[in-house]
């Protein structure tokens, strides 16, 4: 049970969603857009958050879409991770995304809420990361458009009042090779219906022109791409374990200890990821 009351708005249209978020804010509510809610409806149980007010982003058709458009695949910020899976638009994305709880969950869980949670996890990110797409955002001053390497850095940089609505990405990216691979404090979670359960570390990577691009999640406080990283593990001369070896001095931030794993555990997990990723897009 949610132990206070609060508003629910549905918008239809985008200006109406923006428009609200600004009245609501005025009005001291704190609102907070509303994709599937299993974030909002959980921490609000636990009394971490206290919205007086919720705007529901499903009735709003741009935030729907998941179609090809001239060449690009346009996704939806409220399209649910189910959908995504099956649609299979994105392979990698599917995998990224079909791994988070289980499927009745990921009936409600959105793409948006997914890579705009407070949980250091967010594993749908990894396959955007890699993809190098671009972020559709709506705020009071209209829509921007951004690569998501300026518009994510440790967290999706957002104003106060904008909203995620578009996922935009080259429709050959979807084509192209990857690996996706999750380990959890179980064990490897080799397909969706596997086990659940947080990452001790989750990977993503995707060869484009002989260049592999890496994301990572659960290794760090928060999910990852480095290109630091990334000009290492593609060096031309470097043996694979030299290249695994070095690659811990590339790491953005310390790595994480907490219950599903030490440092010491993750960095052994990651590496041995790392050698299986590398040799199966490496040939
Ligand atoms: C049992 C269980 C296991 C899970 N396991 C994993 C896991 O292993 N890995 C993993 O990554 N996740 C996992 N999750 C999911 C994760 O914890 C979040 O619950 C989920 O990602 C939130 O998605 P949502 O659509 O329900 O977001 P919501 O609760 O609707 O929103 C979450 C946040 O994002 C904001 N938001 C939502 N949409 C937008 C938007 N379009 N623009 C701007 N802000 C927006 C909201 O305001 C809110 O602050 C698990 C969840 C459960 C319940």
């Known amino acids: 049970m949610i132990p206070f009351d609060f ?10 969603a923006i428009e609200l978020f600004a009245q609501l804010t005025e009005q001291g509510k704190e609102p907070l857009y509303y994709g599937g809610g ?39 910020a409220a399209a649910t991770l189910s959908q995504i899976q099956a649609s ?31 949980i250091p996890y967010r594993e749908a990110i990894l396959a955007l990361l890699v993809s190098d797409c671009e972020l559709i955002i709506w ?15 440790q967290a999706l940089l957002l104003e106060q009042g904008e909203l995620l609505v578009q996922i935009v990405l080259d429709q050959e990216i979807t ?3 990857f690996v996706s691979m999750k380990k959890t404090a179980d ?5 969706p219906q596997d086990r659940i359960g947080y990452p001790v570390v989750s990977a993503a990577a995707l060869k484009k022109d002989d260049q592999i691009s890496f994301a990572f999640s659960g290794l760090c406080s928060f999910p990852f791409r480095s290109r630091e990283l990334e000009t290492l593990l593609n060096h031309p001369s470097l043996s694979l374990p030299e290249r695994v070896k070095r690659a811990v001095q590339c790491l953005p931030s310390n790595i994480l200890t907490d219950m599903s794993g030490s440092a010491a555990y993750r960095e052994f997990v990651w590496q041995n990821m790392l050698t299986a990723m590398l040799q199966d897009l490496e040939g």
């Not at 508003?7 to 109406?16: Q, V």
């Not at 994105?90 to 890579?115: E, M, Q």
């Not at 705020?139 to 850095?153: E, F, L, S």
């Open 7 to 16: 508003e629910y708005h549905k918008p239809t249209s985008l200006a109406e």
């Open 38 to 76: 299993t974030e909002t409806i959980s921490f609000s149980r636990l009394y971490q958050l206290f919205p007086r007010a919720v705007i529901d982003i499903k009735g709003i058709p741009e935030c729907n879409t998941l179609a090809y458009r001239e060449g690009k695949l346009v996704i939806g």
């Open 88 to 118: 299979n638009m994105f392979p990698l994305l599917s995998w990224c995304g079909g791994r988070v709880a289980d499927h009745t969950i990921r009936n409600k869980i959105t793409l948006g809420g997914n890579i705009c949670s407070r």
């Open 139 to 153: 705020g009071q001053q209209g829509q921007r458009r951004v690569p998501i390497g300026q518009a994510y850095n």
């Open 175 to 177: 084509k192209m090779p």
């Open 187 to 191: 064990g490897l979670v080799n397909y």
